[in-house]
């Protein structure tokens, strides 16, 4: 596993990848198993924008994130025009990184967590770990898309997976960012922002996995009646267009699913 592929390797992984893809289009999603040759890629995205915005280095991200490889599920966003990625997340089953590192940072213990949030039922649970897109993309309406296809890609994998609970730890802008698309996170255990990692303003967050589709499904019908002012009490009309339809994709899957790819979560891949 790598942390640190260089350019050359990741074109050409990617290009063999784009080669096999179902979707002609310019942005293309997948979702992979951890020894899949693609997650490495993943996880040099990860490495590449937490190093850039957190200082996160190669060994760092090993130490930490190391101890979830055999648990973990990435998603990955390739890019046609460049032959290379352009955004990665990561899932992490049983609740991974979030549930271990959550409750010392916010002062609850795990019982406490699980509790408050009804976890103790026997639902699987999932670590939304990271999500990483590339500084090129985000100065344009690319991010949105690259972003856009991440969350997509993590609802149908979870779908499939039979996902009941989310957990993450989201720094601020990923958290403004899912807000404004309507996902309507509880703080975990009635927790506060913390330092962590690099970020000076992390939240532990929990969703039920199925409420993550159905609110922004309603904030892209509440953000289509433009009489209606948005959380800031403005009107916006040409961001909330573009929120609006953002949201609608991601909740139903529409222009975005026949652009992902879910090769490890295959039905003959599915743990026993």
């Known amino acids: 596993m790598s942390y640190a592929l260089d350019e050359a390797t990741m074109h050409a992984r990617c290009t063999a990848t784009l080669a096999e893809h179902s979707s002609p289009n310019r942005f293309v999603a997948l979702a992979l198993g951890t020894y899949d040759p693609m997650a490495d890629v993943a996880r040099t995205v990860e490495r590449m924008v937490f190093e850039e915005s957190f200082d996160l280095d190669e ?15 990435f998603f990955l966003v390739l890019d046609r025009e460049t032959g290379l990625p352009a955004g990665a997340a990561r899932a992490i089953d049983g609740g991974g990184k979030t549930l271990d590192d959550a409750p010392a940072l916010i002062g609850r213990t795990l019982h406490d967590v699980v509790y408050a949030h ?8 999932w670590d939304f770990a990271t999500l990483a897109v590339l500084p090129r993309y985000r100065a344009d309406r690319n991010g949105l898309t690259v972003s856009g296809m991440l969350y997509r890609s993590f609802i ?6 039979h996902v009941r609970h989310v957990v993450c730890m989201l720094d601020q802008a990923a958290y403004r ?11 975990l255990a009635g927790s506060e ?8 303003a992390n939240r532990a967050l929990y969703i039920p996995f199925d409420e993550i589709a159905r609110s922004m499904g309603d904030q892209a019908e509440l953000l289509n009646q433009p009489e209606v002012p948005d959380a800031d009490g403005r009107r916006r009309p040409g961001r909330r267009r573009v929120t609006a339809r953002l949201a609608s994709q991601v909740s139903s899957g529409d222009e975005l699913d026949p652009h992902i790819d879910l090769p490890g979560f295959e039905r003959r891949r599915h743990p026993r």
């Open 193 to 200: 922002p913390f330092e962590y990692l690099g970020s000076a």
């Open 177 to 187: 960012n899912l807000d404004m698309l309507g996902t309507r996170f509880s703080a």
């Open 59 to 73: 060994a760092t991200m090993v130490a930490e994130y190391s101890p979830y490889e055999k648990y973990s599920y």
């Open 156 to 161: 149908n994998a979870g779908h499939r997976w």
């Open 118 to 125: 009804n976890m103790h039922d026997g639902g699987k649970i």
